[in-house]
């Protein structure tokens, strides 16, 4: 089994940048789908990206596609979420979540995901 570990989060002003780390323990995170998703209060998780297995591909959603970019660093066993841009809306709890196989490909559904991080909060305000 993997365990996740989110980082990065905070607060930022509309239109800024974060970077969230997501740093996996206990496996290879490179044996492992990895995706992100966010939840604010009263809404339904949203996924967000993801990140194939084989680390050849990677899907986003179409609210963050263009903003936000998924990526590994192999050497640190950590998966990243740069977001640029960031709106006051996008204010949520965020989370990575990963599914373990070597694929070629990925899908944001939460269904297919079942290790979890703690998640980290961000906060988009002025």
């Known amino acids: 089994q993997v365990q996740l570990v989110e980082s990065g989060g905070g607060s930022v002003q509309p239109g800024g940048s974060l970077r969230l780390s997501c740093a996996g323990s206990?496996?290879?995170?490179?044996?492992?789908?990895v995706a992100w998703f966010r939840q604010a209060p009263g809404k339904e998780r949203e996924g967000l990206a993801c990140?194939?297995?084989?680390?050849?591909?990677?899907v986003y959603t179409d609210s963050v596609k263009g903003r936000f970019t998924i990526s590994r660093d192999k050497a640190k066993n950590t998966v990243y979420l740069q977001m640029n841009n960031l709106k006051p809306d996008e204010t949520a709890y965020y989370y990575c979540?990963?599914?373990?196989?070597?694929?070629?490909?990925?899908?944001?559904?939460?269904?297919?995901?079942?290790?979890w991080g703690q998640g980290t909060q961000v906060t988009v305000s002025s």
């Open positions: 206990g496996a290879n995170l490179a044996y492992y789908m």
């Open positions: 979540a990963a599914r373990a196989g070597v694929l070629t490909d990925c899908a944001v559904k939460e269904y297919l995901y079942g290790y």
């Open positions: 990140i194939s297995g084989t680390d050849t591909s990677s």
